[in-house]
């Protein structure tokens, strides 16, 4: 099966680096150690190779502290030299709630009952101030240390990378004012959170239209797929300049990533991990 599309241009500028990334996984093991060991097998291709992971790491799916830990040790999962963690909206909604247990039970109706119960498998965390107390004290310290003080977003070169999306502007000033947001619990027009008009904008991001967004968020597809039909629907570099690697991990065992090498002539690949039943063609 192909895990990758073939090599594509990339319209702007990229670091001379090996970058890796890696969309929604939302505990989905199985997928995700494909994904981390295909990426271990990929030869090195520049002095640095980092692992940039997107968010929502967590819920959903039942693996929530092996992909935690796979993704904050990707120096032995990937091979990489450098891992980059951004929170997702999953991510601070887990925050939200070690800060204040009022919001436990929206947190687990919105697929964080996945976490809670692999932390607690005799559900003996009865209140909300007991599920606050268990989330803070099972989930890794080191992780939830970057949820909180890491960036929203990381730009690399004409890249910009960041869990749902960008403000639908080519005004830098703009731009930096959305992304400059503090951790909301949901607000529509978030770094975390947006969908549309975000989705549909087809007017760039800077003026020459070289700057591209990898984000997650919204999925691409929405149930087990080839992966052909996930690169199709994933790769709107040339139409929108966008690149979305959610490949549906919320409801099935399917995991997006990318591949980017920078230089005098940038490329990409866009890839799909799954470890769930599927056609085997597009």
């Given at each position: 099966?192909?895990?990758?599309?073939?090599?594509?241009?990339?319209?702007?500028?990229?670091?001379?680096?090996?970058?890796?990334?890696?969309?929604?996984?939302?505990?989905?093991?199985?997928?995700?150690?494909?994904?981390?060991?295909?990426?271990?097998?990929?030869?090195?291709?520049a002095?640095?190779?980092?692992l940039?992971?997107?968010?929502?790491?967590?819920?959903?799916?039942?693996?929530?502290?092996?992909?935690?830990?796979?993704?904050?040790n990707?120096?032995?999962?990937?091979?990489?030299?450098?891992?980059?963690?951004?929170?997702?909206?999953?991510?601070?909604?887990?925050?939200?709630?070690?800060?204040?247990?009022?919001w436990?039970?929206?947190?687990?109706?919105?697929?964080?009952?996945?976490?809670?119960?692999?932390?607690?498998?005799?559900?003996?965390?009865?209140?909300?101030?007991?599920?606050?107390i268990?989330?803070?004290?099972?989930?890794?310290?080191?992780?939830?240390?970057?949820?909180?003080?890491?960036?929203?977003?990381?730009?690399?070169?004409?890249l910009?990378?960041?869990?749902?999306?960008?403000?639908?502007?080519?005004?830098?000033?703009?731009?930096?004012?959305?992304?400059?947001?503090?951790?909301?619990?949901?607000?529509?027009?978030?770094?975390?959170?947006?969908?549309?008009?975000?989705?549909?904008?087809?007017?760039?991001?800077?003026?020459?239209?070289?700057?591209?967004?990898?984000?997650?968020?919204?999925?691409?597809?929405?149930?087990?797929?080839?992966?052909?039909?996930?690169?199709?629907?994933?790769?709107?570099?040339?139409?929108?300049?966008?690149?979305?690697?959610?490949?549906?991990?919320?409801?099935?065992?399917?995991?997006?990533?990318?591949?980017?090498?920078?230089?005098?002539?940038?490329?990409?690949?866009?890839?799909m991990?799954?470890?769930?039943?599927?056609?085997?063609?597009?």
């Open positions: 099966m192909q895990m990758w599309t073939e090599w594509r241009p990339f319209p702007g500028r990229l670091p001379e680096q090996q970058i890796f990334v890696i969309g929604d996984v939302h505990g989905r093991g199985a997928a995700l150690e494909i994904a981390l060991a295909f990426m271990a097998q990929v030869p090195r291709t002095p640095l190779r980092r940039v992971s997107l968010g929502d790491l967590i819920d959903r799916g039942s693996a929530n502290l092996y992909a935690i830990n796979a993704v904050m990707a120096e032995q999962t990937a091979l990489v030299d450098r891992v980059d963690l951004l929170p997702g909206n999953h991510e601070l909604m887990l925050l939200d709630v070690i800060d204040d247990p009022s436990a039970n929206s947190y687990a109706n919105v697929g964080g009952m996945a976490l809670i119960d692999e932390l607690d498998p005799k559900g003996l965390a009865k209140t909300s101030r007991e599920v606050a268990l989330l803070r004290e099972g989930v890794p310290d080191p992780f939830l240390h970057r949820m909180r003080t890491g960036p929203s977003h990381l730009r690399l070169g004409d910009i990378l960041v869990h749902a999306g960008l403000y639908p502007t080519r005004d830098e000033k703009v731009q930096a004012a959305f992304l400059a947001q503090g951790r909301v619990v949901t607000q529509p027009e978030h770094w975390a959170w947006i969908r549309h008009p975000f989705l549909g904008w087809t007017g760039g991001w800077d003026p020459d239209r070289q700057v591209v967004v990898m984000h997650g968020h919204t999925s691409a597809v929405v149930r087990p797929v080839h992966p052909d039909v996930f690169f199709e629907a994933a790769d709107l570099c040339e139409t929108k300049r966008r690149i979305c690697l959610d490949a549906g991990s919320a409801g099935c065992e399917q995991v997006g990533f990318a591949e980017l090498r920078g230089g005098p002539d940038p490329v990409y690949r866009v890839g991990a799954r470890a769930c039943p599927a056609p085997e063609g597009p």
